[in-house]
C-alpha cells in the first residue's frame, strides 16, 4: 500500500506535462541525487556514514520483549535499548514507555511546554517532491510577501503574545534569496525574541549570514534518510541533492546557530528506519558539537490541495507516541516539537510526556494571518497551504489548555548573544 | 544561631536557601520565599527577557534578592554580556555565572567560568560563579573576586544528590569564600547532609519544582536546611564506621 501521490493539473502546458510525466515514470531521466550540483558546499564529516551504518544494520524484527524490558530498567539508554524501543516489540509496552519518558522530561525540562508559531513569507517552489502542496507543478496560489507585507504579518503574530517565530519559505532560491530571507529575519529581530528559519538548506557562509540578520536556530527535514526512497519522492529540483540536504544542520552550526532541528516525514518510507536514523543523525552531532542545542520534529504525512488523500499510512498515533517516547528516553535532553498536523487531543497528551514545544496560531499559508486572527475580510491576495493543519488553536486558547493540563507555557526562554 | 548569618559580598542573609532557576513558575517562586525562607532567588536573563504577561521580575517579593544567572552562554564573552544586560534590566549587582558548552550534561566550563568571574568581578558585581567542584579552580576564582563559590553535587536536574561529596568537602575545607552546593539536590535529606559538612548554603528547584505538594516540599527544605546547618555549628559527635572500639586502648602498653 502506498499514497498515489501523482496529480495532474490542467493548467500545465502539454510540454511541462510531458517532462512531469517522464519524471515520474522514467528513473534515467532524472538526475543522480546523490551528486551535489554547483554553487553546493561539500562538507568533509563522517556523520552520515555513521547515521547510515546504523540505519543499515538496523533489524527491528529481531528485538524481544526481553529486550525492551532491559531497556526499560536500564538507567541511561544505550544505543541498542534504543533500537529495541523503537522495535514492534515495544508496541505492547507503550504505558511503560510513556512513564519512563514523562520522568526524563520532567528531570530535564520541568513541566514547561514553549510556544511558536511558524510564518510562511513565500511558496515559490523549484522543485517536485510528490507529497507537498508547495511542489512547482501543483496548481496553487502562489505568493511571495514584500517587506511591508511581512512586517504586517509580524505585527499580528507578536500582537497576539508570540515571542518566538519561525520563518519559512518554500524551496526557490530565485524567487525566495539569501538576502531576502535575511531581511525578513532582520524584521522579525524587532517583533520577536527568537528567530528559527526553516527554508532550503544553504552553504556555511550563508548560514552565517542568516544568523548575523538575527536567525539563531535552523530547521531542516530529511524528509527520509532512505536514499532510495528519497530518489523516488523528489524528482526534480535542488532538494532532490540528498547528500547536501544530509549535512544542513552540520554547515548552519558552522555558520554560528545556536540551534538546530531535524526531522524525518514519517510516512514515506520505512518510519522505524526513518526515526532510527533521526535521533541517530542529532546523537552523532551533538558528540561532535557538544553545545549546540537540538531538537527532534516527528510529523506525519498529511493531506495536501489537490491531493486529499495522502495519508502517513501505518504510522498511526500509537507509533508516533511510541517514536516519541523512544526519542525522549534516549535523547532526554532534545527539545520535541509537535506540529498542528496532530490533533488538539494528541498535543494536549504528548505534551504531558514527553512533547516541549508546540506551535500555536498556525497558517501554513501566505499572506493570511490577519484574516485567520482576526476574520477580517482579506483585502489582499494570500497564497495557498502547504498542508492541511489539524489543530488549529490560537495562542491565547493554547496558552490556557496548556496551563490547564497543569503545565506551564512558556513563550521565551531565549536570548541572543 | 540568631546571628548566624550568611554574608555573600558584604551582603547579609538569614536563610540559607536559594532557589534555583530550572523550571521556572510563579507558584514555585510563592513556596520558595513563604514555606522555604528563600531570600535569595535566581532568575534565568534569558526567561526574564520576555514580554509575557506574567513576567518573572514583577512577581519578585519585595526583600528578595535577585540572583540574575547567565545561562545560555557558551563563552566568557557571552556571560558577561548577559551579565550586563540584567544589571540594565534592574536586576541588581549579583550575578550567577553560569557557562555551559554542553547541551546535553549542562557541566560548567570552568576556565571560561574563571574569565568571566574576573571581568564582572572589576565591573562591580557580586560574582557568585557556578563550577565543577575543581580545588585550583576555586583559588583561581578567589583570586578573580568571586563572592562565594558554587560547585555542583551531582547533574542539573538529576535530583541525585551529593555526587561530587569528597571535592565539596575539599572546597568547603579550603576555600575562605561562602561554598554554596549547587545543582543536583534531589530531596531535603541531601541538602541538609551538605549543610552538616559544613557549605554555607544550598540552591535547589527541581526538586522542588517536581515535587508532589510545592509548599510541603519547601517548608522541607528549610529544615533540612536549618538542620543540617546546626549540626555543623554544634560540631558532629562521634560516628563510629567500622567495627567497635577497644575497650583497652591500642597503645596501652606504652610506658613513658
Redesign the interface.
Request: negative net charge; aromatic residues 12%; glycine residues 8%.
Given at each position: 500500500m502506498d499514497n498515489s501521490f501523482f496529480v495532474d493539473s490542467a493548467h500545465l502546458s502539454k510540454e511541462a506535462l510531458e517532462k512531469k510525466h517522464r519524471l515520474e515514470n522514467d528513473p534515467s531521466f532524472r538526475k543522480n541525487h546523490m551528486e551535489y550540483l554547483e554553487g553546493m558546499e561539500v562538507l568533509r564529516s563522517d556523520i552520515c556514514e555513521k547515521v547510515m551504518a546504523q540505519m543499515k544494520s538496523y533489524d527491528y524484527a529481531k528485538y524481544t520483549a526481553k529486550d525492551v524490558k532491559a531497556a526499560l530498567e536500564h538507567e541511561n539508554c544505550s544505543i541498542e535499548d534504543f533500537k529495541a524501543l523503537l522495535s514492534p516489540a515495544a508496541e505492547p509496552f507503550l504505558e511503560q514507555m510513556a512513564e519512563r519518558a514523562r520522568l526524563e522530561t520532567?528531570?530535564?525540562?520541568?513541566?514547561?511546554v514553549y510556544i511558536f508559531t511558524p510564518l510562511y513569507i513565500a511558496n515559490y517552489c523549484e522543485n517536485y517532491c510528490v507529497y507537498c502542496g508547495f511542489n512547482c507543478y501543483n496548481d496553487i496560489n502562489r505568493m511571495k510577501l514584500n517587506e511591508q507585507q511581512i512586517e504586517h504579518e509580524m505585527k499580528v503574530i507578536a500582537d497576539s503574545?508570540m515571542?518566538e517565530i519561525l520563518i519559512l519559505t518554500g524551496e526557490s532560491r530565485t524567487k525566495s534569496d539569501v538576502k531576502y530571507i535575511g531581511e525578513a529575519c532582520k524584521l522579525a529581530r524587532k517583533y520577536f525574541?527568537m528567530v528559527g528559519l526553516e527554508i532550503y538548506p544553504v552553504n556555511t557562509d550563508e548560514y552565517k549570514y542568516l544568523h548575523e540578520c538575527g536567525a539563531d536556530y535552523v530547521t531542516v527535514f530529511q524528509e527520509t534518510y532512505d536514499s532510495d526512497r528519497y530518489e523516488q519522492l523528489h524528482l526534480f529540483g535542488h532538494k532532490r541533492v540528498w547528500p547536501y540536504r544530509f549535512d544542513a544542520q552540520e554547515r548552519a552550526i558552522l555558520g554560528g546557530m545556536r540551534g538546530v532541528a531535524f526531522s524525518a516525514l514519517l510516512g514515506l518510507a520505512d518510519f522505524r528506519k526513518d526515526a532510527l536514523a533521526t535521533a541517530m543523525h542529532v546523537y552523532y552531532l551533538?558528540r561532535k558539537y557538544?553545545?549546540?542545542?537540538?531538537s527532534l520534529s516527528c510529523p506525519r504525512l498529511r493531506p495536501i490541495k489537490n491531493n486529499d488523500t495522502i495519508n502517513p499510512l501505518e504510522v498511526h498515533e500509537k507509533q508516533l507516541c511510541q517514536i516519541i517516547c523512544a526519542y525522549r528516553i534516549f535523547l532526554p535532553?532534545v527539545g520535541i516539537t509537535v506540529s498542528s498536523r496532530e490533533s488538539a487531543r494528541f498535543r494536549n497528551g504528548i505534551v504531558k510526556i514527553a512533547a516541549t514545544k508546540i506551535s500555536a496560531g498556525v497558517s501554513t499559508g501566505i499572506g493570511d494571518h490577519e484574516s485567520k486572527y482576526t476574520g477580517k475580510e482579506a483585502d489582499a491576495p494570500e497564497g495557498d497551504e502547504q498542508f492541511e493543519i489539524d489543530d488549529g488553536r490560537s495562542l491565547g486558547t493554547m496558552y490556557k489548555d496548556i496551563e490547564g493540563e497543569g503545565l506551564?507555557p512558556?513563550?521565551?526562554?531565549?536570548?541572543y548573544? | 544561631m540568631k546571628d548566624d548569618k550568611l554574608i555573600i559580598g558584604g551582603h547579609e542573609f538569614s536563610s540559607r536557601f536559594i532557589l534555583g532557576s530550572g523550571k521556572y513558575s510563579l507558584k514555585l517562586i510563592e513556596a520558595a520565599v513563604q514555606h522555604a525562607g528563600a531570600q535569595i532567588i535566581t532568575l534565568a536573563v534569558r526567561r526574564a527577557n520576555t514580554k509575557e504577561q506574567e513576567s518573572i521580575l514583577d512577581h519578585i517579593p519585595q526583600g528578595v534578592t535577585l540572583l540574575p544567572n547567565t545561562s545560555g552562554a557558551r563563552t566568557a564573552e557571552e556571560a558577561v554580556r548577559i551579565a550586563r544586560l540584567a544589571r540594565e534590566l534592574g536586576c541588581g549587582d549579583f550575578v550567577k555565572i553560569e557557562i555551559m558548552k554542553d547541551s546535553k550534561y549542562l557541566l560548567p566550563d570552568n576556565a571560561e567560568t574563571v574569565k568571566a568571574t574576573e571581568i564582572l568581578a572589576k565591573e562591580g558585581f557580586v560574582v557568585m560563579p557556578y563550577m565543577y567542584p575543581d580545588l585550583y579552580t576555586a583559588r583561581d576564582l578567589v583570586n578573580a573576586g568571586a563572592a562565594a563559590v558554587m560547585p555542583l553535587a551531582s547533574p542539573i536536574g538529576s535530583n541525585k544528590g551529593l555526587a561530587t561529596k569528597d571535592f565539596i568537602q575539599i572546597l568547603i575545607d579550603e576555600i575562605d569564600l561562602p561554598i554554596i552546593v549547587d545543582a543536583g539536590i534531589g530531596r531535603p535529606s541531601q541538602a541538609c547532609e551538605a549543610m552538616e559538612m559544613g557549605a554555607a548554603a544550598v540552591m535547589a528547584n527541581t526538586a522542588l519544582a517536581t515535587a508532589g505538594d510545592l509548599p510541603v516540599m519547601a517548608k522541607a527544605f528549610r529544615q533540612a536546611i536549618e538542620a543540617g546547618r546546626s549540626a555543623y555549628l554544634a560540631g558532629l559527635g562521634r560516628v563510629i564506621t567500622r567495627g567497635a572500639s577497644a575497650s583497652d586502648p591500642l597503645t596501652g602498653f606504652l610506658r613513658d
Open positions: 520532567s528531570k530535564h525540562f520541568g513541566n514547561t503574545g515571542e525574541r551533538q557538544p553545545h549546540v542545542e537540538m535532553y506551564q512558556v513563550l521565551n526562554d531565549y536570548l548573544v | -
